[in-house]
C-alpha cells in the first residue's frame, strides 16, 4: 500500500474542510478507517481547487482507495461535502516545486 516516502495524515471528518499539504503532493492513496457517513468526500487541488479525487459515500472500513500517485500541485485539501462521521487515512508525499530551481 505505501512505501516509507510516503507519510500518513490522519483525518477524522467530525472536523470542517482542513489542508493535508499547501505544497505540490502525490496522493498514493486513502485508508478508511471508520466507515463514511453517506455522502461522498472530495480530495481538492487547493483550497479552492477543482476535485481531483473522490471517496464513495459509506465506503466500509478497512477500504484501501488507490490513487495512483495523483498529482496536487497547490497541495491536497479535504472537502466535507457534508460528512459527519469516518476516519481517513491518506497517504501522500510533498514534490518539490521544480519552477524554483
Not at 477524522?12 to 493535508?20: L, V
Not at 487541488?45 to 478497512?62: D, E
Not at 497541495?75 to 497517504?91: A, D, H, L, P, R
Amino acid at each position: 500500500m505505501t512505501d516509507t516516502k510516503f507519510e500518513p495524515g490522519v483525518v477524522n471528518m467530525t472536523t470542517a474542510s482542513a489542508p493535508i499539504s499547501t505544497e505540490n503532493t502525490l496522493l498514493r492513496g486513502v485508508h478508511v478507517q471508520v466507515v463514511l457517513s453517506a455522502q461522498e468526500l472530495e480530495l481538492s487541488n487547493g483550497s479552492t481547487g477543482a476535485t481531483l479525487f473522490r471517496v464513495p459515500a459509506s465506503t466500509p472500513a478497512g477500504s484501501w482507495i488507490e490513487a495512483g500517485d495523483m498529482r496536487f500541485p497547490d497541495g491536497i485539501y479535504v472537502k466535507s461535502t457534508g460528512v459527519t462521521s469516518g476516519i481517513i487515512t491518506i497517504n501522500s508525499r510533498q514534490q518539490p516545486n521544480w519552477s524554483e530551481y
